[in-house]
Antibody, heavy 120, light 107 residues
């Protein structure tokens, strides 16, 4: 079964840090670009960051640029999001998603998400 | 950034109805337009990519059309399992922006 499972969410104070992980299984992880998308409670989807198959190319939304870092470890079939200088507006469910092989920025497999709450 | 605007924001429809959702981009995105379905408490699901290509396993009652800046998702005959929120997304340029969503509710 093709699967993505996120972990690492929790409650953190403003200015704090968290590292999210996304464990992939059921497919050849290093064939695919990967993405993080977040969703604040009751709100819509917001694209956060993307990384290509080998980790050489990364992109970010302006709202997180300079604070978040996306990375991957293909040997461990894992994707990461290091989040620093967290703000209240970063509170959201964070989903990892796989890009389609033929269209890397169409996301065909999603994890259920991990909740990040930034609150004092 | 490219802004994606969906209309309507919500709609009420009955089982069997034909439903159309529109998505407009603030500038041309060629054919780099995707549609997702999200049910309450679940992860989004890719329905259509590149304007009109049906993702594997998605029923044929879903279809997409458009080009440039104006796009449409059509459900030809609404089924009970289709009540959900639908999002368009442009994959033309970074950031890969989503529309604000269209909630399809039971009439």
């Amino acid at each position: 079964e093709v699967k993505l499972v996120e972990s690492g969410g929790g409650v953190v104070r403003p200015g704090g840090s968290l590292r999210l992980s996304c464990a992939a299984s059921g497919f050849t992880f290093d064939d695919y670009g990967m993405t993080w998308v977040r969703q604040a409670p009751g709100k819509g989807l917001e694209w956060v960051s993307g990384i290509n198959w080998n980790g050489v190319s990364t992109v970010y939304a302006d709202s997180v640029k300079g604070r978040f870092t996306i990375s991957r470890n293909n040997a461990k079939n894992s994707l990461y999001l290091q989040m620093n200088s967290l703000r209240a507006e970063d509170t959201a469910f964070y989903h990892c998603a796989r890009g389609k092989l033929e269209l890397p920025n169409a996301f065909d497999i999603w994890g259920q998400g991990t909740m990040v709450t930034v609150s004092s | 950034d490219i802004q994606m605007t969906q209309s309507p924001s919500s709609l009420s429809a009955s089982v069997g109805d034909r439903v159309t959702i529109t998505c407009r981009a603030s500038q041309s995105i060629s054919s780099y337009l995707n549609w997702y379905q999200q049910k309450q408490g679940k992860a989004p699901k890719l329905l259509i990519y590149a304007v009109s290509s049906l993702q594997s396993g998605v029923p044929s009652r879903f279809s997409g059309s458009g080009s440039g800046t104006d796009f449409t998702l059509t459900i030809s005959s609404l089924q009970p399992e289709d009540f959900a929120t639908y999002y368009c997304q442009q994959s033309y340029t970074t950031p890969k922006t989503f529309g604000q969503g269209t909630k399809v509710e039971i009439k």
